[in-house]
Every structure is written in structure tokens, then in C-alpha cells.
């Protein structure tokens, strides 16, 4: 299935190797990963300055430099006294234009955590991460560490956003509280997104609340997930990864509807 959330940026002016002072540059946090003290000091511990390679530079209107890419080389060079580094500057570029990218800089290179990734997202303005951020707060909820208004689950409800639209995703929590309450173990990605597939497929036959009942009644989260895991790993004969345990938990929520419906009504598994 195709993306339906691409990146792009507007044509601009670039440079290529251009050497810039160390003291010269900055960072936007709102653009940016979360600076790894240990991983700079590591480079510059066992950094080679000739093989530095080039940094990503964004210069703005009012001639300020900020590092799109290379914030941990920018950091060891600064630990090592090492005073030019060699940029790609990127010019007309405004804070979100940066944050976006810093995304494609990094989507095949080292790349930054879910969170880093989620929260400049939402200062790129990209619609998937600002999408998504809206049926969370419609549900009183934030991206996080999980706890029980947090969700920790970023690349798999960022999924269900990008393959089923956000209303799905807002229905995903809705159906997962009013099953379990409002809990740490209610949002497990597996559990999203097993919900989230039954409802991308099949939502428009679905009764909410009906669903809600259903999967609340059979057991609580926490044994959901004990059960996911152990069906979809078979004692370590099958494959275990999040998509298998995502798709196990669809085909129990399958199961669990169609209990004690007529054969006409029930739904069958995508």
C-alpha cells in the first residue's frame, strides 16, 4: 500500500562543500533529535578528522546557521577543539521545511528514535505525525512513555494513522479505554493495533461499543498480550515480530466478535 503521508520540500538553493567555524553553528531542538552526550563523546574518542565526512546545514534569512544533520559530529568536533567543519547548506528553508529534512536525512542512515522522530514530525507540520497528535489529544492522550495517559507505541499507531486515516485511530482509542479503562497495558501496540486493523477493514460494519464490550468481557489487556504473544511465537516456530503479533491480535478480535453470531453476521478475516 502506497504512503499516503509523503515528505517533500520546496526547491531551494544548496551548497556543497562549504566549510563553516564550529562556533558558528546552532541547533533547534524542535528540529532536531535528542543530543547523545555518550554517543559524541564516543566519536570523538575515536574520531578520524579526515574522515568526517559532510554535515547538513540549514543557513536562514537572517544568516543564523542550524545543523539539520551531523549534531553528534558537531558535538565531538567541540570536545576535540576541532575547529571547521565541511557543510551541505541548504538556504530558504523556514523551522518546519529543516525538521522535514532531517527526516529524509535520516531514513536510511542512523535513525532516531520513534519520540525524536514523532515530536519533529510535528514541527515539520507533516500531516501523519499532526494528524495523528489530534486524535490523541481527542482522547486526552499524549506520545510518551507508556503510562496511563501516555501512549509509548509511536511507530504503531503512526501506522494505523497512515494506513487508515486518524478517525480510525481516534476510534482505536476510544474502543481500547472503554474495553480496558484507561491503563498502561491498554496501550500496548499490539493491542492498538490489532483494533486498529479490525476497524480499518471492517469499521463500517462494526458497532463501537458492541466491540468495546466484547473484548473487555473476554479478558483484560494484560492477558491479551500474554495470549497474543504466546500464538503468534507457537513455542518459537513461527515468526514473532510486531506485524505477526499485530495480525494474531487481529484475528482474535475476528474471532471474539463473530462468538455467538449467526453465521450471516459474521465477519470474515481480511
Same mark, same amino acid.
Given at each position: ?11 531551494? !538553493? ?23 552526550? =555518550? ?19 540549514? =543557513?536562514?534569512?537572517? /544568516? %543564523?546557521?542550524?545543523?539539520? %544533520? ?25 523551522? =518546519? ?10 531514513? !536510511? ?15 515539520? /507540520? ?40 486518524? !478517525?480510525?485511530? !481516534? ?32 469499521? %463500517? %460494519? ?43 491480535c487481529y484475528q482474535l ?18
Open positions: 500500500m502506497p504512503k499516503r503521508y509523503p515528505y517533500g520540500l520546496p526547491e531551494h !538553493e544548496v551548497e556543497h562543500g562549504v566549510p563553516i567555524p564550529v562556533e558558528e553553528l546552532k541547533i533547534d531542538e524542535k528540529a532536531q533529535r535528542t543530543l547523545n552526550e =555518550q554517543r559524541a563523546a564516543g566519536i570523538a574518542k575515536n574520531m578520524v578528522p579526515e574522515a568526517l565526512g559532510t554535515i547538513v546545514v540549514s =543557513q536562514r534569512e537572517d /544568516g %543564523d546557521r542550524y545543523i539539520v %544533520d551531523g549534531m553528534h559530529r558537531w558535538h565531538a568536533c567541540k570536545l576535540r577543539d576541532i575547529p571547521i567543519l565541511i557543510a551541505e547548506v541548504h538556504h530558504g528553508l523556514d523551522q =518546519q521545511e529543516e525538521a522535514v529534512l532531517f527526516l529524509i536525512k535520516n531514513r !536510511e542512515s542512523s535513525k532516531p528514535t520513534p519520540l525524536d522522530e514523532y515530536k519533529i514530525g510535528l514541527t515539520a /507540520g507533516l500531516p501523519l505525525f499532526v494528524d495523528t497528535e489530534t486524535a490523541l489529544r481527542k482522547r486526552n492522550l499524549a506520545m510518551g512513555s507508556t503510562g496511563t495517559n501516555t501512549v509509548g507505541a509511536v511507530a504503531g499507531v503512526l501506522r494505523i494513522t497512515d494506513l487508515y486515516g486518524p !478517525e480510525t485511530l !481516534e476510534r482505536t482509542l476510544k474502543v481500547a479505554e472503554d474495553a480496558w479503562g484507561r491503563t498502561k497495558e491498554t496501550w500496548d501496540g499490539m493491542l492498538l493495533g490489532g483494533i486498529g486493523m479490525f476497524l480499518g477493514r471492517h469499521g %463500517d %460494519d462494526i458497532n463501537d461499543k458492541a466491540l468495546a464490550e466484547k473484548i473487555g468481557k473476554k479478558d483484560p489487556a494484560f492477558r491479551w498480550r500474554a495470549n497474543i504473544v504466546a500464538l503468534a511465537s507457537a513455542g518459537g516456530t513461527r515468526h514473532s515480530g510486531t506485524g505477526s503479533r499485530v495480525s494474531t478480535i475476528v474471532t471474539t466478535w463473530n462468538a455467538g453470531r449467526r453465521a450471516e453476521n459474521r465477519i470474515s478475516a481480511a
